[in-house]
Protein backbone atom coordinates (compact mmCIF):
# COMPACT_ATOMS: atom_id res chain seq x y z
CA UNK A 1 0.00 0.00 0.00
CA UNK A 2 1.44 3.18 -0.80
CA UNK A 3 3.14 5.29 1.63
CA UNK A 4 1.40 8.61 2.06
CA UNK A 5 2.97 10.44 5.44
CA UNK A 6 1.11 13.36 7.03
CA UNK A 7 -1.34 15.51 4.72
CA UNK A 8 -4.32 18.12 5.52
CA UNK A 9 -7.20 18.59 4.29
CA UNK A 10 -7.09 21.54 1.41
CA UNK A 11 -9.89 24.10 1.44
CA UNK A 12 -10.18 27.43 -0.14
CA UNK A 13 -10.10 29.26 2.84
CA UNK A 14 -6.69 27.66 3.38
CA UNK A 15 -4.98 27.37 0.37
CA UNK A 16 -1.89 29.60 1.14
CA UNK A 17 -1.25 28.10 4.61
CA UNK A 18 -1.46 24.54 3.35
CA UNK A 19 0.99 25.80 0.58
CA UNK A 20 3.04 27.47 3.12
CA UNK A 21 3.00 24.39 5.66
CA UNK A 22 6.44 22.74 6.39
CA UNK A 23 6.52 18.80 6.02
CA UNK A 24 2.96 18.47 3.80
CA UNK A 25 3.59 15.23 1.72
CA UNK A 26 -0.05 15.11 0.47
CA UNK A 27 -3.71 16.97 0.75
CA UNK A 28 -6.83 15.68 0.00
CA UNK A 29 -10.09 17.60 -1.82
CA UNK A 30 -13.52 17.39 -1.76
CA UNK A 31 -14.02 16.00 -4.77
CA UNK A 32 -17.63 17.73 -5.41
CA UNK A 33 -16.21 20.79 -4.78
CA UNK A 34 -13.62 20.69 -8.15
CA UNK A 35 -14.34 22.30 -11.56
CA UNK A 36 -11.97 19.83 -13.62
CA UNK A 37 -11.54 22.39 -16.06
CA UNK A 38 -11.00 25.08 -13.34
CA UNK A 39 -8.46 23.85 -10.73
CA UNK A 40 -7.32 26.44 -8.09
CA UNK A 41 -4.03 27.44 -9.10
CA UNK A 42 -3.04 26.41 -5.31
CA UNK A 43 -3.71 22.94 -6.10
CA UNK A 44 -2.04 22.80 -9.14
CA UNK A 45 1.24 24.54 -7.74
CA UNK A 46 0.97 21.37 -5.04
CA UNK A 47 0.99 18.81 -8.11
CA UNK A 48 3.76 20.83 -9.54
CA UNK A 49 5.70 20.32 -6.41
CA UNK A 50 4.94 16.52 -6.45
CA UNK A 51 2.56 16.88 -3.45
CA UNK A 52 -0.01 14.23 -4.05
CA UNK A 53 -4.20 14.84 -4.19
CA UNK A 54 -6.09 12.63 -3.21
CA UNK A 55 -10.61 13.18 -4.08
CA UNK A 56 -12.61 12.49 -1.14
CA UNK A 57 -16.51 12.27 -1.84
CA UNK A 58 -19.46 13.18 0.11
CA UNK A 59 -22.43 12.38 -2.02
CA UNK A 60 -21.95 8.88 -3.28
CA UNK A 61 -24.02 7.58 -0.86
CA UNK A 62 -22.57 3.88 -0.88
CA UNK A 63 -24.56 2.69 1.95
CA UNK A 64 -27.73 3.71 0.66
CA UNK A 65 -30.93 1.17 -0.87
CA UNK A 66 -30.40 2.13 -4.57
CA UNK A 67 -26.90 1.25 -6.74
CA UNK A 68 -24.47 4.15 -6.82
CA UNK A 69 -25.51 6.60 -9.29
CA UNK A 70 -23.18 6.51 -12.96
CA UNK A 71 -23.32 9.85 -13.31
CA UNK A 72 -21.91 10.70 -9.56
CA UNK A 73 -19.35 7.56 -9.86
CA UNK A 74 -17.69 9.17 -13.68
CA UNK A 75 -17.79 12.39 -11.67
CA UNK A 76 -15.37 11.05 -8.79
CA UNK A 77 -13.60 8.66 -11.86
CA UNK A 78 -12.91 12.03 -13.58
CA UNK A 79 -11.54 13.88 -11.10
CA UNK A 80 -9.02 11.07 -9.84
CA UNK A 81 -7.24 10.89 -13.23
CA UNK A 82 -6.89 14.54 -13.50
CA UNK A 83 -5.27 14.80 -10.26
CA UNK A 84 -3.96 11.39 -11.26
CA UNK A 85 -4.70 10.09 -7.63
CA UNK A 86 -3.47 7.26 -6.07
CA UNK A 87 -7.21 6.07 -4.79
CA UNK A 88 -10.40 7.44 -4.08
CA UNK A 89 -12.18 7.64 -0.76
CA UNK A 90 -15.71 8.29 0.36
CA UNK A 91 -17.95 7.52 3.41
CA UNK A 92 -20.23 4.41 4.46
CA UNK A 93 -22.74 6.55 4.90
CA UNK A 94 -26.76 7.06 3.25
CA UNK A 95 -27.20 10.81 2.11
CA UNK A 96 -30.90 10.26 0.45
CA UNK A 97 -33.71 7.69 0.53
CA UNK A 98 -36.88 7.54 -0.75
CA UNK A 99 -37.50 7.22 -4.43
CA UNK A 100 -38.91 4.50 -7.02
CA UNK A 101 -38.07 1.46 -4.21
CA UNK A 102 -40.41 2.77 -1.79
CA UNK A 103 -42.56 4.57 -4.46
CA UNK A 104 -42.50 7.73 -2.42
CA UNK A 105 -40.84 11.22 -2.90
CA UNK A 106 -37.08 11.60 -2.88
CA UNK A 107 -35.59 13.07 0.34
CA UNK A 108 -31.90 13.83 0.71
CA UNK A 109 -30.08 14.82 4.21
CA UNK A 110 -27.56 17.33 3.05
CA UNK A 111 -25.37 15.49 5.28
CA UNK A 112 -23.59 11.70 6.22
CA UNK A 113 -26.51 9.37 8.21
CA UNK A 114 -25.17 5.99 9.50
CA UNK A 115 -26.15 2.72 7.84
CA UNK A 116 -27.67 0.05 9.91
CA UNK A 117 -24.91 -3.15 10.72
CA UNK A 118 -27.40 -5.46 10.02
CA UNK A 119 -26.40 -8.27 7.05
CA UNK A 120 -29.05 -6.81 5.37
CA UNK A 121 -27.44 -3.20 4.95
CA UNK A 122 -24.16 -5.42 4.51
CA UNK A 123 -25.80 -7.40 1.60
CA UNK A 124 -26.78 -4.01 -0.01
CA UNK A 125 -23.13 -2.07 0.89
CA UNK A 126 -21.02 -4.67 -0.86
CA UNK A 127 -23.25 -4.91 -3.98
CA UNK A 128 -22.37 -1.44 -4.19
CA UNK A 129 -19.21 -1.23 -3.40
CA UNK A 130 -18.67 -3.72 -6.25
CA UNK A 131 -20.54 -1.57 -8.51
CA UNK A 132 -18.16 1.40 -7.68
CA UNK A 133 -15.16 -0.73 -7.88
CA UNK A 134 -15.69 -1.54 -11.33
CA UNK A 135 -16.57 2.43 -12.29
CA UNK A 136 -13.33 3.62 -10.77
CA UNK A 137 -9.84 3.70 -12.43
CA UNK A 138 -7.98 3.69 -9.21
CA UNK A 139 -8.73 1.81 -5.48
CA UNK A 140 -10.98 2.65 -3.55
CA UNK A 141 -11.04 3.49 0.51
CA UNK A 142 -14.09 3.66 2.68
CA UNK A 143 -14.52 5.75 5.40
CA UNK A 144 -16.65 5.43 8.96
CA UNK A 145 -18.61 7.75 9.93
CA UNK A 146 -19.38 9.68 13.24
CA UNK A 147 -23.07 9.50 14.27
CA UNK A 148 -25.86 10.97 16.84
CA UNK A 149 -28.13 7.94 16.94
CA UNK A 150 -27.82 4.63 17.20
CA UNK A 151 -30.39 1.56 14.68
CA UNK A 152 -32.35 -0.52 16.43
CA UNK A 153 -31.81 -3.90 16.42
CA UNK A 154 -28.18 -3.96 14.94
CA UNK A 155 -26.84 -7.59 14.17
CA UNK A 156 -22.99 -6.47 14.25
CA UNK A 157 -20.21 -4.18 15.62
CA UNK A 158 -18.58 -1.32 13.76
CA UNK A 159 -15.54 -3.46 14.14
CA UNK A 160 -16.97 -6.52 12.75
CA UNK A 161 -19.31 -4.99 9.88
CA UNK A 162 -15.77 -3.64 8.31
CA UNK A 163 -14.40 -6.84 8.94
CA UNK A 164 -16.86 -8.47 7.02
CA UNK A 165 -16.67 -5.41 4.03
CA UNK A 166 -13.38 -5.57 3.19
CA UNK A 167 -13.35 -9.92 3.56
CA UNK A 168 -16.14 -9.63 0.42
CA UNK A 169 -15.12 -6.56 -1.44
CA UNK A 170 -11.32 -6.05 -0.95
CA UNK A 171 -12.10 -2.43 -0.27
CA UNK A 172 -9.18 -0.42 1.60
CA UNK A 173 -10.65 1.46 4.65
CA UNK A 174 -10.17 5.11 5.61
CA UNK A 175 -9.80 5.21 9.57
CA UNK A 176 -11.81 8.54 11.27
CA UNK A 177 -10.14 7.93 14.90
CA UNK A 178 -12.39 11.14 15.83
CA UNK A 179 -15.39 9.63 14.04
CA UNK A 180 -14.56 6.65 16.67
CA UNK A 181 -14.12 8.89 19.50
CA UNK A 182 -17.30 10.39 19.07
CA UNK A 183 -19.19 7.27 18.36
CA UNK A 184 -17.75 6.13 22.15
CA UNK A 185 -19.23 9.38 23.52
CA UNK A 186 -22.31 9.50 21.74
CA UNK A 187 -23.14 5.79 21.38
CA UNK A 188 -21.12 3.98 24.42
CA UNK A 189 -18.70 2.37 21.41
CA UNK A 190 -15.08 1.87 23.01
CA UNK A 191 -12.45 2.40 20.25
CA UNK A 192 -10.02 -0.11 21.31
CA UNK A 193 -12.68 -2.92 20.67
CA UNK A 194 -13.69 -1.94 17.42
CA UNK A 195 -9.90 -1.51 16.89
CA UNK A 196 -9.17 -5.09 17.67
CA UNK A 197 -11.75 -6.04 15.49
CA UNK A 198 -11.23 -4.03 12.03
CA UNK A 199 -9.32 -5.01 9.71
CA UNK A 200 -6.30 -2.87 10.20
CA UNK A 201 -4.46 -3.86 7.52
CA UNK A 202 -6.66 -2.69 5.33
CA UNK A 203 -6.41 0.60 6.14
CA UNK A 204 -5.40 3.19 3.48
CA UNK A 205 -4.84 6.25 5.28
CA UNK A 206 -6.14 8.11 8.66
CA UNK A 207 -8.05 11.20 9.43
CA UNK A 208 -7.56 12.65 12.91
CA UNK A 209 -10.54 15.89 13.40
CA UNK A 210 -11.46 18.25 16.32
CA UNK A 211 -15.16 18.50 17.70
CA UNK A 212 -16.65 19.92 20.65
CA UNK A 213 -18.88 17.73 23.42
CA UNK A 214 -22.43 20.02 23.90
CA UNK A 215 -24.92 18.60 26.77
CA UNK A 216 -23.37 14.93 26.75
CA UNK A 217 -23.70 14.84 22.61
CA UNK A 218 -20.01 14.96 20.68
CA UNK A 219 -20.46 17.06 17.84
CA UNK A 220 -17.93 16.29 14.58
CA UNK A 221 -17.57 19.62 13.81
CA UNK A 222 -14.00 19.52 11.57
CA UNK A 223 -14.23 23.51 13.14
CA UNK A 224 -12.43 23.09 16.31
CA UNK A 225 -9.08 21.86 17.84
CA UNK A 226 -8.15 18.08 18.25
CA UNK A 227 -8.17 17.06 21.64
CA UNK A 228 -6.32 14.66 23.81
CA UNK A 229 -8.69 11.66 23.29
CA UNK A 230 -8.94 11.97 19.57
CA UNK A 231 -4.78 11.44 19.83
CA UNK A 232 -5.26 8.98 22.27
CA UNK A 233 -7.04 6.78 19.72
CA UNK A 234 -4.84 7.72 17.46
CA UNK A 235 -2.30 6.05 19.91
CA UNK A 236 -3.92 3.37 20.10
CA UNK A 237 -4.28 2.51 16.44
CA UNK A 238 -0.71 3.19 15.93
CA UNK A 239 -0.30 0.61 18.50
CA UNK A 240 -1.50 -2.07 16.13
CA UNK A 241 0.04 -0.88 12.74
CA UNK A 242 1.89 1.96 11.58
CA UNK A 243 -0.78 3.99 8.88
CA UNK A 244 0.23 4.77 5.69
CA UNK A 245 -1.22 7.85 6.20
CA UNK A 246 -2.67 10.82 8.50
CA UNK A 247 -4.65 13.64 7.46
CA UNK A 248 -5.76 17.02 9.50
CA UNK A 249 -9.60 17.94 8.71
CA UNK A 250 -10.46 21.36 9.16
CA UNK A 251 -13.60 22.58 7.35
CA UNK A 252 -14.81 26.02 9.22
CA UNK A 253 -13.24 28.79 11.33
CA UNK A 254 -9.99 28.12 9.82
CA UNK A 255 -6.92 29.09 12.60
CA UNK A 256 -4.19 30.67 11.82
CA UNK A 257 -1.65 28.71 10.50
CA UNK A 258 0.99 28.12 13.18
CA UNK A 259 -2.23 26.99 14.60
CA UNK A 260 -2.51 24.14 12.28
CA UNK A 261 1.21 23.63 12.30
CA UNK A 262 1.11 22.79 15.68
CA UNK A 263 -1.83 20.28 15.50
CA UNK A 264 0.23 18.69 12.59
CA UNK A 265 3.42 18.20 15.05
CA UNK A 266 1.16 16.97 17.88
CA UNK A 267 -0.41 14.35 14.81
CA UNK A 268 3.24 13.29 14.25
CA UNK A 269 4.33 13.43 17.98
CA UNK A 270 1.60 10.82 18.91
CA UNK A 271 2.69 8.96 15.83
CA UNK A 272 6.54 8.41 16.53
CA UNK A 273 5.64 8.05 20.67
CA UNK A 274 4.42 4.29 20.10
CA UNK A 275 6.37 1.13 18.57
CA UNK A 276 3.53 -0.76 16.45
CA UNK A 277 2.91 -4.57 16.73
CA UNK A 278 3.38 -6.29 13.38
CA UNK A 279 0.40 -6.56 11.12
CA UNK A 280 0.06 -10.45 11.73
CA UNK A 281 -0.36 -9.61 15.46
CA UNK A 282 -2.67 -7.03 14.84
CA UNK A 283 -4.49 -9.79 12.83
CA UNK A 284 -4.21 -12.10 15.87
CA UNK A 285 -5.47 -10.06 18.04
CA UNK A 286 -8.42 -8.90 16.04
CA UNK A 287 -9.83 -12.46 15.60
CA UNK A 288 -9.48 -12.98 19.02
CA UNK A 289 -11.17 -9.50 20.01
CA UNK A 290 -13.78 -10.96 17.55
CA UNK A 291 -14.73 -14.23 18.55
CA UNK A 292 -15.18 -12.99 22.34
CA UNK A 293 -17.49 -10.39 21.38
CA UNK A 294 -19.83 -13.09 19.77
CA UNK A 295 -20.23 -14.78 22.92
CA UNK A 296 -22.92 -12.22 23.98
CA UNK A 297 -26.35 -12.32 22.66
CA UNK A 298 -27.69 -9.73 20.36
CA UNK A 299 -29.08 -6.37 22.66
CA UNK A 300 -31.62 -4.11 21.99
CA UNK A 301 -30.84 -0.45 21.89
CA UNK A 302 -30.88 1.27 25.05
CA UNK A 303 -29.79 4.40 26.54
CA UNK A 304 -28.88 5.56 29.86
CA UNK A 305 -30.57 8.31 31.25
CA UNK A 306 -27.79 10.39 30.47
CA UNK A 307 -28.75 9.76 26.94
CA UNK A 308 -25.43 7.86 26.06
CA UNK A 309 -25.23 3.88 25.43
CA UNK A 310 -23.11 1.65 27.07
CA UNK A 311 -20.40 -0.85 25.95
CA UNK A 312 -22.94 -3.68 27.30
CA UNK A 313 -25.64 -2.02 25.47
CA UNK A 314 -24.28 -2.46 21.90
CA UNK A 315 -24.95 -5.44 19.59
CA UNK A 316 -22.51 -8.14 18.98
CA UNK A 317 -22.42 -10.56 15.79
CA UNK A 318 -23.90 -14.14 15.34
CA UNK A 319 -20.79 -16.91 15.36
CA UNK A 320 -21.20 -16.86 11.51
CA UNK A 321 -23.17 -14.98 8.90
CA UNK A 322 -26.53 -16.37 7.77
CA UNK A 323 -27.14 -17.36 4.29
CA UNK A 324 -27.22 -14.19 1.62
CA UNK A 325 -30.34 -13.47 1.02
CA UNK A 326 -31.76 -12.07 -1.92
CA UNK A 327 -29.99 -8.78 -2.56
CA UNK A 328 -33.15 -7.53 -4.29
CA UNK A 329 -35.18 -8.45 -0.70
CA UNK A 330 -32.23 -6.89 1.05
CA UNK A 331 -32.74 -3.45 -1.10
CA UNK A 332 -36.46 -3.16 -0.12
CA UNK A 333 -36.02 -4.01 2.90
CA UNK A 334 -33.52 -1.41 3.30
CA UNK A 335 -35.00 1.67 1.62
CA UNK A 336 -38.14 1.38 4.25
CA UNK A 337 -36.06 1.74 7.20
CA UNK A 338 -33.92 4.27 5.58
CA UNK A 339 -36.55 6.46 4.56
CA UNK A 340 -38.69 6.06 7.48
CA UNK A 341 -35.53 7.79 9.32
CA UNK A 342 -34.72 9.81 6.98
CA UNK A 343 -38.22 11.01 7.04
CA UNK A 344 -38.52 11.48 10.39
CA UNK A 345 -35.52 13.63 10.58
CA UNK A 346 -36.30 16.18 7.67
CA UNK A 347 -40.18 16.08 7.10
CA UNK A 348 -41.29 15.48 10.69
CA UNK A 349 -43.33 12.30 10.20
CA UNK A 350 -43.19 10.21 13.74
CA UNK A 351 -40.19 8.40 14.71
CA UNK A 352 -39.46 4.82 13.41
CA UNK A 353 -40.19 2.33 16.36
CA UNK A 354 -36.77 1.64 18.64
CA UNK A 355 -35.07 4.84 17.83
CA UNK A 356 -34.11 7.29 21.06
CA UNK A 357 -36.22 10.56 20.16
CA UNK A 358 -34.40 12.70 22.20
CA UNK A 359 -31.13 11.57 20.33
CA UNK A 360 -33.30 12.04 16.63
CA UNK A 361 -34.31 15.39 17.30
CA UNK A 362 -30.70 16.34 18.14
CA UNK A 363 -29.48 14.76 14.91
CA UNK A 364 -32.62 16.45 13.49
CA UNK A 365 -31.56 19.74 14.19
CA UNK A 366 -28.04 19.26 13.30
CA UNK A 367 -29.09 18.66 9.57
CA UNK A 368 -31.20 21.56 9.35
CA UNK A 369 -28.38 23.79 10.76
CA UNK A 370 -26.24 21.73 7.97
CA UNK A 371 -27.97 22.57 5.38
CA UNK A 372 -28.49 26.37 6.58
CA UNK A 373 -24.65 26.63 6.53
CA UNK A 374 -24.14 24.88 2.92
CA UNK A 375 -27.19 27.19 1.62
CA UNK A 376 -24.97 29.89 2.72
CA UNK A 377 -21.78 28.80 1.25
CA UNK A 378 -23.20 28.70 -2.18
CA UNK A 379 -25.26 30.91 -2.07
CA UNK A 380 -23.59 34.03 0.07
CA UNK A 381 -25.80 36.37 -1.63
CA UNK A 382 -28.67 35.21 1.13
CA UNK A 383 -27.32 35.82 4.71
CA UNK A 384 -25.44 39.09 2.76
CA UNK A 385 -29.89 40.58 1.95
CA UNK A 386 -31.26 39.13 5.02
CA UNK A 387 -28.72 39.66 7.62
CA UNK A 388 -29.32 38.30 11.10
CA UNK A 389 -32.84 37.39 10.11
CA UNK A 390 -31.40 34.26 7.09
CA UNK A 391 -30.53 31.35 9.84
CA UNK A 392 -33.88 31.58 11.60
CA UNK A 393 -36.11 32.08 8.17
CA UNK A 394 -34.36 29.27 6.53
CA UNK A 395 -34.56 26.76 9.57
CA UNK A 396 -38.31 27.81 9.21
CA UNK A 397 -38.47 26.94 6.02
CA UNK A 398 -36.72 24.19 6.18
CA UNK A 399 -39.35 22.24 8.77
CA UNK A 400 -41.76 22.65 6.06
CA UNK A 401 -39.48 21.78 3.07
CA UNK A 402 -37.35 18.60 2.61
CA UNK A 403 -34.54 19.02 0.80
CA UNK A 404 -34.87 16.82 -2.53
CA UNK A 405 -32.64 18.45 -5.58
CA UNK A 406 -29.70 19.52 -3.94
CA UNK A 407 -28.09 22.88 -2.24
CA UNK A 408 -28.55 25.09 -5.63
CA UNK A 409 -32.08 24.48 -5.61
CA UNK A 410 -32.46 24.43 -2.46
CA UNK A 411 -31.26 28.06 -1.81
CA UNK A 412 -33.87 29.10 -5.21
CA UNK A 413 -36.43 27.17 -2.86
CA UNK A 414 -35.69 29.51 0.14
CA UNK A 415 -36.08 32.94 -1.90
CA UNK A 416 -39.04 31.76 -3.65
CA UNK A 417 -40.77 31.08 -0.45
CA UNK A 418 -39.52 34.32 1.20
CA UNK A 419 -40.61 36.00 -2.06
CA UNK A 420 -44.21 34.60 -1.86
CA UNK A 421 -44.39 35.59 1.95
CA UNK A 422 -43.66 39.61 0.79
CA UNK A 423 -40.34 39.21 2.73
CA UNK A 424 -38.00 40.71 3.87
CA UNK A 425 -40.02 43.31 4.90
CA UNK A 426 -37.46 45.95 3.44
CA UNK A 427 -38.90 46.80 -0.17
CA UNK A 428 -35.20 47.66 -1.69
CA UNK A 429 -34.13 44.32 0.09
CA UNK A 430 -36.51 42.07 -1.39
CA UNK A 431 -36.44 43.97 -5.00
CA UNK A 432 -32.90 42.77 -4.91
CA UNK A 433 -34.03 39.23 -3.73
CA UNK A 434 -36.45 38.67 -6.36
CA UNK A 435 -33.61 39.57 -8.95
CA UNK A 436 -31.43 37.62 -7.41
CA UNK A 437 -33.62 34.76 -7.78
CA UNK A 438 -34.26 35.80 -11.53
CA UNK A 439 -31.42 35.26 -12.79
CA UNK A 440 -30.61 31.83 -11.37
CA UNK A 441 -33.94 30.68 -11.82
CA UNK A 442 -35.37 32.15 -14.87
CA UNK A 443 -34.15 30.43 -18.41
CA UNK A 444 -30.69 30.98 -19.80
CA UNK A 445 -31.01 34.58 -22.53
CA UNK A 446 -30.53 32.30 -25.61
CA UNK A 447 -27.06 33.40 -26.75
CA UNK A 448 -26.19 35.83 -30.15
CA UNK A 449 -25.90 33.17 -32.20
CA UNK A 450 -29.06 31.27 -31.48
CA UNK A 451 -31.11 33.98 -32.10
CA UNK A 452 -29.52 34.93 -35.47
CA UNK A 453 -29.93 31.14 -36.72
CA UNK A 454 -33.64 31.30 -34.97
CA UNK A 455 -34.70 34.60 -37.12
CA UNK A 456 -33.14 32.92 -40.18
CA UNK A 457 -35.12 29.61 -39.50
CA UNK A 458 -38.29 32.07 -39.34
CA UNK A 459 -37.55 34.06 -42.59
CA UNK A 460 -36.22 30.86 -44.27
CA UNK A 461 -39.85 29.18 -43.76
CA UNK A 462 -41.76 32.46 -44.54
CA UNK A 463 -40.07 32.51 -47.84
CA UNK A 464 -41.16 29.04 -49.02
CA UNK A 465 -44.79 29.08 -47.47
Not at 123 to 136: I, M
Not at 157 to 179: S, Y
Not at 417 to 428: F, V
Amino acid sequence: MEKLGTGIGWRPEIATAVEELPGIDWVEVVAENLCPGHLPDSLLRLRERGVTVVPHGVSLGVGGAERPAADRLAALAERALLLESPLITEHIAFVRAGGPLTASPGLEAGHLLPVPRTWDALNVLCENVRVAQDALPVPLALENIAALISWPDEELTEGQFLAELVERTGVRLLIDVANLHTNHVNRGEDPATALDELPVEAIAYVHVAGGVEKDGVWHDTHAHPVTAPVLDVLAQLRDRVDPPGVLLERDDDFPPAAELAGELSAIRETLGAREPVTVREAVTARKAGAGAVRKSVTARESVTPGGRETPAQRPSAPTAAPAPASTTESRQRLALAETALLSALVAGTPSPEGFDTRRLSVQSRALAAKRADVVSQVAPELPALLGAEYRPAFLAYAKSRPMSGGYRRDALGFAEQLLRAGQPADAAARRRLALWWQERSAPRRPTRAARFARAARTRFSRAYR
